[in-house]
């Protein structure tokens, strides 16, 4: 008996299949079979958050353009808004629009 099981474990048993006609395989291929369908989740999961983490620092280097150039725009038309700014304006077009010298009041009723 010991030499049986010496010689079952030759090149020859081990692929050619003779492994998978074992009792232990036989018994447990549903266990088997569910790791392997685990492993297949796993990996796919996996792939999908590589994926999705691309996407996000792709996005998010797309943010912080959009925030640098919104900031630049906001910059500009404070700068276009001011009193200085608008009087060249006024001038440069010939209008003959001047400014009040007092202030808006509220009239009460």
Known sequence: MKEEKKNKFTFI??????????????????????????????????????????????????????????????NNLIDYGRRTKVLERVNEQGLSIELPDRPPFILDK
């Open 13 to 74: 048993y081990l692929f050619g299949g003779g492994i998978l006609k074992e009792d232990f395989w036989i018994r447990h291929v549903k266990m088997i079979l569910l790791v392997c369908f685990l492993f297949v989740i796993f990996i796919g999961n996996r792939y999908s958050y590589i994926k999705q983490m691309g996407r996000i620092d792709k996005l998010e280097k797309e943010l912080i353009v959009l925030k640098r150039t919104s900031f630049a725009i906001k």
